[in-house]
Structures are given as C-alpha cells and as structure tokens.
C-alpha cells in the first residue's frame, strides 16, 4: 500500500490542466541529473499516452553519457545548440510542465523564455522553497526525487494502467540516481512499495544499476584516484572532507559531462568523514556539491554562503570568483557551522 502524498486538489488540478493541454514544452535544471531527465522523461511517455502532440523536453544543457540509454533520449532537445528551436517550441506551448527545479535561475538562459511564455506553468519539484510562477506548484521536500512524484501524480490520477515499461524505467533510474542508489534520503516504506511496483512492470533494477554506474570511462577512473590521492584533504575536527579540481586538472583527464557524478559521494566511505565538500571550475563559475550522513543538513549551509541549497544531505552551491577563493571562503565559514 503507497500512502497518498499529493493532495486531492492538486490531483484535480493537475488532471485539467493536462487534459486542456495539446502543445506541451517540459523543461528541466541546467547540468540535469538522472531525477531531472528520468521525471521529464517519463512524464514525456506518459502525456503522449494521452495523445498529447507535440511534446518536447527540453533541457538547457548536455546531460551525462551515462543517461544515453534512457529511452527518449534521442529526442531531447539541447537549448544552447538549438535556441531558436527550443524558443520556438516554448513560445507556441499552451503548458510548460517544470521538472525537478524549484526557481527559474536554475534553468540557465531558459529562463527568459520561460517567463515569457504566456502558456499555463505547472511545477513538480521536491525542493525547498518553490517560486512563485507556476499556476499549479506540486511541491513536497520530503519526497526523495521528483520521479517519484511523477508516479504518484500518475497513479492519483487514475493512470497506473499506462506505465509502461519506459515510463517504468525512467521513474525507477530518477529514483535511485538521487538517492545515491538508495544510500541517503530514502528510508521511506513508500519508496520500496513503488519500486516493488516498478519491478512488476518489468523495470531490470540490476541492469539499471549497471548502465548507469558501471559504464565509466578509464579517465573517469583515473580521475577519481587522482581525486584521493592528490586532490583530498581531511578536516578532522570537523569530520570534513573537501576535493577541489580546477579546469587544467579537468582537460588533463578528458573531462566530459558526467565525470564528476558521485566524486562528492566518495570520502563519505571514510571512518569518522560525515561531511563531504566537491568544487570544480565551471565556464563561468565554481560549481560545489555538498553531502553529509545522518541528521547533518549541509542545504542550509549551502543557501548561505554559496547562493544553492537542496536536501538535508545533498545540497549544491555556486561561486563566481576563483577555486582560490571559493577555497577560502569554505574554510573561514564551515567549521563554525559543522561543529553544530
């Protein structure tokens, strides 16, 4: 039995503003993760189960490799190698459905278009603080991704009958990519059930889990020791672990879109390290991830002091001054706050 977590109204809601719809642009975060493309995937399947068309997702940058097996991928539409496209598309859609963000900065150049549609807005999200411009905002923080409240959405409406085995597979790799394979934020009865339903419909969680985690390139590989055995240092008193890469370091091990997944997730395997710190040099600015265990909340810090926020325990920030800096402003800040 899966408790009931949407409520009734936003069912109903929801239900209207998806049967009105016929033009619908699905739009996700930029540097979208396995929550972002599986939801907007899945919901992307389901919409076209309706005989909604046309349909695009879109999503403001490239996603890892690791995702390209996801079916529909191959459909994506990739806003900063077809803007005019995706605007297009945008601006002739009567619904904008946003997945798994929470504020229009997080969409990256999207967001112009998005707020200049006049389309309906709807939002399903499980981060904190939702904005205030969809129509129709299905927010629950305590929820350990957005996937699986596009299968509570879905089931609420009446629809469980039209998860096929795609709709499956994306709401069950959304599900465990932002739980960390089911480590962190996922000690619900509900989150079993629905695997459990999943499963029944044919989703292979063993060959999920080796497409996505074991599909790594050997500089990934090698980039990740590097990370250990040069790039790690340890704050004892804080039981604190930081890794820094700057983009010399990147070009040196081929980086490309995806090799950071999980690096933040790796010091946390230390005895006595409950908290963990990544930063890399981005484009234009320093992006950070932060992972703790237990009841340790790293999303306020990270709200705080580098302009992000997230869950308890995995959070993200950003820094637009040098690695340097953004060294140092950690340093001056976290102790204080860890030993808490």
Known sequence: MISEKISSKQVSDAKRMLSKAQSVAILTHMSPDGDALGSSLAMCHYLRTLGKEPVAVISPNRFPE??????????????????????????????????????????????????????????????????????????????????????????????????????????????????????????????????????????????????????????????????????????????????TLDRHELFRFNFTSGDAEGLVNLPLQIKDVYYSVFMREDKEKIKISFRSQGDRPVNEYASHYFNGGGHKNAAGGDNYETIEKAVKLFESTFKDYFNK
Not at 108 to 126: C, F, Q, R, Y
Not at 175 to 184: H, K, V
């Open 66 to 243: 690791f995702l390209n097996w996801l079916p529909g991928t191959e459909d994506i539409l990739i806003y900063e190698n077809s803007e005019q496209e995706c605007n297009t598309i945008i601006a002739s859609a009567d619904l904008i459905i946003c997945l798994d963000f929470n504020e229009e900065k997080r969409i990256g150049k999207v967001e112009n278009a998005l707020t200049g549609s006049p389309a309906k807005k709807l939002m399903i999200d499980h981060h904190l603080n939702p904005a205030a411009f969809p129509d129709l905002v299905i927010s629950y923080p305590d929820s350990p991704s957005t996937a699986e409240l596009v299968f509570r959405l879905i089931c609420s409406m009446g629809d469980f009958n039209k998860i096929s085995l795609p709709i499956a597979e994306c709401i069950y790799t959304g599900m465990m990519t932002d739980t960390g394979n089911f480590s962190f934020n996922s000690n619900h009865i509900d989150t079993y059930n629905i695997i459990a339903e999943l499963v029944g419909i044919g989703v292979d969680k063993d060959r999920i889990y080796n497409l996505v985690f074991n599909t790594y390139s050997a500089d990934r590989m090698r980039l990740m020791g590097y990370c250990l055995y040069k790039k790690m240092k340890i704050y004892p008193e804080q039981h604190t672990a930081l890794i």
